[in-house]
């Protein structure tokens, strides 16, 4: 595997890179009625530049956060992936939107970096440190009613069985 880092923080030299993956991804047909969804619910994506890095945005103000996949190649750095994710709740994470280099999706030559994957569990260890959240939801997963857990069962059993008074 190559040296990939992951970041909330993007130069504002990936700025091209970022509006490629986002806008012209070839994947985006796939998912073209969720991403017409999130359009419609948050607004458009859009790029932000601000003191020499870049965030994402949608719609004039919706606030949401983001994280950024990079494979370092010596003294420069590629952007393969990014994601973007709000919290919808007190408990719950959104992904809204997830986007990888075509060659780093599932055909792709760098499949086995299993990028969406990484992503997913990134967002996976944000959400383990943020006070309240316990799962993260899925935009793009309809019909999914549960979202994916942030911390195993096995330790949320633990820990309210140690918050519980024994009989």
Known sequence: MENLVFSS????????E??????????QRVLSPHI?????KYGAPRVIEQGGLLRLALGESFDV??????????????????LMYTRSDPETLLLLHIAVKE?????????????????MAKLR???R????????????AP?????????????????AAQLLPTP
């Open 129 to 140: 440190q943020l006070k309240g959240v316990r799962s993260i939801s899925v935009l793009y």
């Open 103 to 119: 060659d780093y999706a599932a055909a792709g030559q760098r499949a086995r970096e299993l990028l969406t994957l990484r992503l």
């Open 9 to 16: 923080r993007l130069a504002a030299s990936h700025r091209g």
């Open 65 to 82: 956060q983001s994280l950024y996949a990079l494979a370092e190649n010596g003294e420069s750095s590629d952007l393969v992936g990014a």
């Open 36 to 40: 017409v969804e999130l359009v419609e």
């Open 125 to 127: 260890e944000i959400a």
């Open 18 to 27: 970022l509006e490629s993956l986002l806008f012209f991804n070839a994947h």
């Open 143 to 159: 019909g999914v009613t549960r979202g994916i857990p942030v911390r195993p069962a096995r330790t949320i059993r633990a820990r």
